[in-house]
């Protein structure tokens, strides 16, 4: 097996090689088939867990993600080709995640946009979209952020870890001062 991190095989590699140049950073790219069946998802969601572990994602991301996924594949399975493939490609960037996940449809038609499940799916994972490619392949695709600013790798400002103590202590010291 060759350790060296994928780059989305031969006939992607340009497009890839291209993008990492642009995008001054290195990016791996993980691809999963899977059976188009809700029994393979546990495979799919703990891949999820761990990649976003590797990039360093808080554990409310990574959950976040990890049902995000789920969702995902699951309003694409509704209307899967019985005996069909669900694939599902993670683009793995400093910070940031990637995921596209894609069936062949019975109707071809993406998932409809103005559901409860879009809804949660949009909160869980930001950016999201779903269309259609060649054929009658759907396709969902979801970005998510690490819990920091992916610019500066640092949390936001103001952003203090812990209880929140240290915010208090200058206003009670203020306060007993006046």
Same mark, same amino acid.
Not at 36 to 60: H, I, M, N
């Given at each position: 097996?060759?350790?060296?991190?994928?780059?989305?095989?031969?006939?992607?590699?340009?497009?890839?090689?291209?993008?990492?140049?642009?995008?001054?950073?290195?990016?791996?790219?993980?691809?999963?088939?899977?059976?188009?069946?809700?029994?393979?998802?546990?495979?799919?969601?703990?891949?999820?867990?761990?990649?976003?572990?590797?990039?360093?994602?808080?554990l409310d991301d990574i959950e976040d993600l990890?049902?995000?996924?789920?969702?995902?594949?699951?309003?694409?399975?509704?209307?899967?080709? +019985? $005996? *069909?493939?669900?694939?599902? #490609?993670?683009?793995?960037?400093? !910070? /940031?995640?990637?995921? &596209?996940?894609?069936?062949?449809?019975l109707d071809g038609e993406p998932p409809s946009e103005d559901t409860f499940a879009w809804?949660?799916?949009?909160?869980?994972?930001?950016?999201?979209?779903?269309?259609?490619? +060649? $054929? *009658?392949?759907?396709?969902? #695709?979801?970005?998510?952020?690490? !819990? /920091?600013?992916?610019? &500066?790798?640092?949390?936001?400002?103001?952003?203090?870890?812990?209880?929140?103590?240290?915010?208090?202590?200058?206003?009670?010291?203020?306060?007993?001062?006046?």
């Amino acid at each position: 097996m060759d350790p060296t991190p994928s780059t989305g095989g031969a006939e992607n590699s340009d497009t890839i090689d291209s993008h990492t140049a642009h995008s001054g950073g290195l990016r791996d790219v993980v691809a999963l088939t899977l059976p188009a069946a809700s029994a393979y998802l546990t495979v799919l969601r703990t891949a999820t867990a761990s990649l976003a572990a590797r990039l360093d994602f808080t554990l409310d991301d990574i959950e976040d993600l990890r049902i995000a996924v789920d969702e995902a594949c699951a309003l694409l399975l509704v209307s899967a080709v +019985p $005996g *069909s493939s669900l694939d599902c #490609t993670f683009t793995l960037s400093p !910070g /940031v995640m990637h995921v &596209l996940v894609t069936v062949e449809s019975l109707d071809g038609e993406p998932p409809s946009e103005d559901t409860f499940a879009w809804t949660v799916l949009k909160a869980l994972a930001g950016d999201v979209e779903a269309y259609t490619g +060649p $054929g *009658s392949k759907v396709s969902i #695709t979801l970005q998510k952020r690490r !819990g /920091v600013r992916a610019d &500066l790798g640092e949390p936001p400002a103001g952003h203090v870890r812990g209880s929140g103590a240290a915010d208090a202590a200058p206003s009670v010291d203020a306060v007993g001062t006046s």
